[in-house]
């Protein structure tokens, strides 16, 4: 199942000093996929986990709640 749209991916990796193609490499994924993601795409709670343990950071900092209209 894929969610999480909004994200903070890419300042976190920026503020971590990964480029996207470093983090992409370090997540085995290609970096078109991981600019897909920064852009909005959604990922699987899998995916979420490893951005937050390859950040640093928490899964919340990464996807945070979108405020109910």
């Known amino acids: ?3 999480m749209s909004t994200n903070n991916i890419r300042t976190h990796r920026e503020a971590a ?7 992409a490499e370090k997540l085995s994924c290609g970096q078109s996929y991981l ?3 920064e852009r909005g795409a959604g ?3 899998t995916t979420a986990h490893k ?5 640093n950071c928490s ?3 990464l996807f945070p709640a979108e405020d109910a209209a």
């Open 35 to 37: 600019s897909r993601i």
């Open 43 to 45: 990922v699987s709670l």
């Open 51 to 55: 951005f937050a343990q390859l950040l």
């Open 1 to 3: 199942m894929a969610y």
């Open 59 to 61: 899964i919340e900092d």
């Open 17 to 23: 000093g990964l480029t996207q193609a470093e983090l």
